[in-house]
């Protein structure tokens, strides 16, 4: 195995590069994307089964597979089924408690202001599949919208020949209302401007490959997406108390997602960033999935570094802004209160990234490419509007009528300041 440890101060401006201009690699296939999306948006579901006969070598019957799902989840095995059913609640409960209150209270005399919530109308989620299962991603991704009361709650997940049975039974234990047998752009294409079979949704959320990903950027600005997604990242911050073999098994997880994912360590103690490629080396081998997890761990984006302190490991991770942390340290709560930007944070040793991958309660769909230093991961707030609401009395308009007038004449804003005067008219 190539070796992972490197010294933190001693990397390069390339080396840097390819840690903090992670990109989803969507650039290179932009312009077939493009004439994807405008086909369907064109063309409908003739489009849409063209692509996905061409693409998934399926030909669809139903594009809407709605009742599949519930006829899934009644022939699921009982324990199957009641690991869904646990981690949909566990997932639920935990956005129940996002839900913001609708609020209104008098800011001074005369002054009521206040802020209300509604939920968007249409949203559309993207849950990955074919021939694998990512029940996950469903419960991920509907769950929330339903918790935030979303009316119209639609799935796209990619076709096969046989669907996988997990998958469309967290679908229907998720909620949604309907669900598409179409993946890649056409999905996006689908969700964004409607077909003869797929409802036109107003936001679209959800993880995929470069495909979706880039489709989701292509349909932006005429839809409302959440964010563009890349290949999964991590990076654990580990001080001399940590496990190498637990540090070593999140970078070996995260890693056996995609060959490009980024997976790193960064920690002060030289001994253990040895101990840790050791680890990372047998556990490996031990994986069915070791030529990804291997591949992933040999990107540029992978490694492990050795800090010259533990204040140089945090403000590494900060810039970095990983979309999982997990911090292995003995004052774990010192290193969080030090980092603002990272997707989902992982404190201790008992805590693996996995646990919140299915039924921890928090939610998987996150930030990648730095991301986390603008924006969170998928929650109830994404599928909610806000509106600001007010009333003035005739006192509370006098009260601040003379600011209004002052800078609406300011901005040469005549009718503005004479629509206040005219109120106050006697």
């Known amino acids: 195995m190539t070796a992972l440890v490197r010294s933190l101060a001693d990397l390069g401006p390339a080396d840097r590069n390819a840690f903090f201009e992670r990109d989803a690699g969507i650039e290179a296939i932009s312009g077939d994307v493009e004439a994807i999306v405008s086909r369907v948006r064109e063309e409908g579901d003739v489009a849409v089964r063209e692509f996905t006969s061409e693409f998934d070598d399926v030909e669809l019957g139903n594009i809407e597979i709605t009742d599949a799902c519930e006829r899934a989840y009644d022939g699921l095995e009982p324990d199957l089924r009641e690991a869904i059913e646990t981690a949909a609640s566990n997932v639920r409960a935990f956005h129940e408690t996002q839900l913001p209150a609708d609020w209104r209270e008098e800011a001074s005399p005369g002054r009521e202001l206040g802020r209300r919530f509604r939920p968007i109308d249409r949203v559309g989620v993207y849950v990955p599949g074919g021939s694998a299962a990512y029940p996950s991603s469903a419960i991920m991704g509907v769950v929330p919208a339903v918790v935030a009361g979303v009316e119209h709650v639609a799935v796209v997940t990619p076709p096969a020949d046989e669907l996988n049975p997990v998958t469309l039974a967290a679908i229907h234990v998720a909620g949604a209302d309907a669900v598409y047998s179409v993946g890649g752009a056409q999905a996006i294409a689908g969700l964004a401007y409607g ?56 970078l070996v997880a995260q890693a056996e997602h995609d060959p490009n994912a980024s997976v790193v360590a960064v920690t002060a103690d030289e001994d253990l960033a040895t101990a840790i490629q050791t680890a990372v080396d047998e556990q490996a081998s031990a994986r069915e999935r070791e030529d990804v997890i291997r591949d992933a761990l040999e990107n540029d984006a992978s490694g492990i570094l050795v800090a010259r302190s533990m204040s140089e490991a945090i403000l590494f991770t900060e810039e970095y802004a990983p979309e999982h942390l997990s911090i292995m340290a003995d004052d774990d709560e010192a290193v969080l209160e030090r980092i603002d930007s990272a997707g989902s944070v992982f404190l201790g040793p008992n805590t693996p990234v996995a646990a919140g991958d299915y039924a921890s309660g928090t ?57 206040v005067r005219k109120r106050l008219e006697e």
Do not use: C, M, Y
């Open 195 to 250: 077909t003869e079979s797929i409802t036109r949704v107003q936001k679209i959320v959800g993880p995929g490959n470069k495909w979706v990903t880039a489709a989701k950027a292509v349909v932006r600005g005429d839809v409302e997406i959440d964010f563009l997604a890349g290949p999964s990242e991590i990076v654990v911050v580990a001080d001399e108390t940590a496990d190498p073999e637990l540090v070593a098994a999140e």
């Open 363 to 419: 939610n998987h769909v996150l930030p990648t490419n730095g991301g986390a230093r603008v924006t969170g991961g998928l929650s109830t707030e994404t599928f909610l509007r806000s509106t600001t609401v007010q009333r003035l009395s005739r006192e509370g308009l006098t009260d601040i009528s003379e600011t209004v007038t002052t800078l609406a004449a300011a901005e040469g804003l005549e009718a503005h300041a004479e629509s």
